[in-house]
RNA sequence: GCGCCGGUCGGAUAGCGGCUAUUCCAGUGGACUGUAAAUCCACGGCCCAACGGGCAUCGCAGGUUCGAGUCCUGCCCGGCGCA
């Protein structure tokens, strides 16, 4: 008996698309969804009662921080990751694959592009980056330095499932390697054969019944690797997969589309990372079911609100006296009692509650439009509701 | 009137003889996609043959000096103290 149980109710027309329900040990998710991310058992400022009322359904949190703090055999002494964090509903982990990728980029000093860049260059070139100081991959795993103490660990695929169990979220994700999508061929080839062995090792490693493993499909931009991995992944007895790879905004689609056209109908798909509006559509539009993205939270905390006419910033003079709500028409909590002009206040003054509201705000704005993306898929309006919704949303 | 202290980008500040005058706040613009992010970056006087360069600038005017926001003199303004 699967851990999970995934129902196709209706697809898009013409489309890869579709909208369905994921039974989870932990409840349903009706998909497409976005799932918010809580890295540390929590999804900043936010509590799980709030987290339920704006309609998010479940929760991502992280292998590679939990393990660091408080340690995932504590979170397992808790009861696991939803008893821990009070959440009454399903969750999952990453595998931490990620972490070994994105440790020690710098913040956002530049764009994910230049990142993304900068990466595959000091890869090619073995150049030292701070990221390189941290982390160092070989073909059994990869040892990595804590950001919280200096101290250094290793992940395997089976350290990193065995501490996905102690964690006990109900979706867990294979040990993969992701990489800047600029790498060149050969070097993303190589890259994608040890997330191959890597998604072999992880799928023998696992030993819990209740909880579903997802593969994850890498290859970067390459069509042809992409096809390789998707059918290497998709051959596999996984409950689901998880497209990744840090994703460059030209090739996304087309890529989407070709995994999507490979991989098992029956089975759910879920992109890792990616929470832009626009994406979420084209996405939803290729196949996909489950969405998880730290944007909106950091987003809000950062002062940047979402609305369907488009995003703008809280921080600005212009909001000053700006007695309407947040966002017209919102049926957030937020929207609900407070003004514009008092969220621009929180923000100057930093008061904490400005963080929560933009929150609570963003999350409900980026679950919902998801929501309404499902009953146009069920309406068979999809495509009606696409063009309508970035015409105002891109402007 | 005398004495003391002080006048540096919108505000607050650092600099007290040496190369591109500091930092913070406010302002403007930008970034953020499996969270080392309640964060980070840029701009902020004038001019140009402008992804670089030139000229200014530290209350005002002189002076000392190779060189002055920094020292000296006078003036103006503000604060405090004493008459």
């Known amino acids: 008996m699967p851990a999970i149980e995934f129902t196709i109710e209706k697809k898009i027309e013409g489309a890869l698309g579709r909208a369905g329900a994921l039974k989870t040990p932990h409840g349903e998710v009706r998909t497409p969804a976005f799932v918010p991310v809580g ?39 808790a009861g696991g990751l939803s008893e821990f964090m009070g ?45 390189t100081k941290l982390v160092k991959i070989d073909d059994e795993g990869a040892t990595f330095t804590s950001h919280i103490d200096g101290t250094t660990h290793r992940f395997t695929p ?4 065995a501490i996905q169990e102690h964690i006990g979220a109900d979706i867990i994700f294979a040990f993969d390697e992701c990489t800047s999508p600029f790498l060149p061929h050969d070097s993303m080839k190589a890259s994608l054969e040890r997330t191959h062995r890597w998604a072999r090792e992880s799928l023998q490693a696992k030993r819990r019944s209740d909880q579903a493993l ?45 995994v999507n056209g490979i991989l098992p109908e029956n089975k759910p798909r879920h992109m890792l990372g990616i929470g832009e509006v626009e994406d979420m559509f084209e996405g939803i ?3 996909i079911d489950l969405f998880d993205c730290v944007l909106p939270t950091r987003l809000g905390r950062n002062g940047t609100i979402l609305t369907a006419q488009g995003k703008y910033d809280i921080c600005k003079k212009e909001h000053a006296e700006s007695f309407a709500p947040i966002e017209e028409g919102c049926g957030c909590y937020a929207c609900a009692h407070w003004t514009k002009a008092y969220l621009h206040h929180l923000f100057k003054a930093k008061e904490l509650l400005g963080y929560r509201l933009a929150t609570i705000h963003n999350l409900y704005f980026i679950v919902h439009v998801v929501d309404a993306i499902r009953q146009s898929i069920l309406d068979g309006t999809f495509f009606e509701y696409k063009k309508r919704f970035l015409e105002t949303y891109l402007r």
């Not at 900043?44 to 292998?63: F, I, R």
């Open 158 to 161: 089976e350290r990193s499932i």
């Open 214 to 258: 997802f593969g994850i499909v890498q290859g970067g931009r390459y069509a042809d690797l992409r096809e390789a991995s998707a059918r290497f992944i998709g051959g596999m007895d996984f409950d689901g997969f998880g497209i990744g790879g840090s994703f460059d905004k030209n090739d996304m689609t087309s890529i989407v589309a070709l």
């Open 39 to 77: 890295t540390l058992a929590a999804v900043k400022s936010v509590t799980p009662e709030e987290l339920q009322a704006l309609g998010a359904q479940m929760v991502l949190a992280n292998t590679y921080h939990l393990y660091l703090q408080p340690g995932d055999e504590t979170v397992a002494k």
């Open 87 to 131: 959440w009454n509903g399903p969750t999952m982990t990453d595998s931490g694959g990620f972490q070994v990728f994105s440790l020690g980029f710098g913040k956002g000093k530049k764009g994910v592009t230049k990142v993304l860049r900068d990466a595959a260059t000091a890869h090619e070139n073995d150049t030292a980056t701070e990221h």
């Open 285 to 287: 539009e290729r196949g």
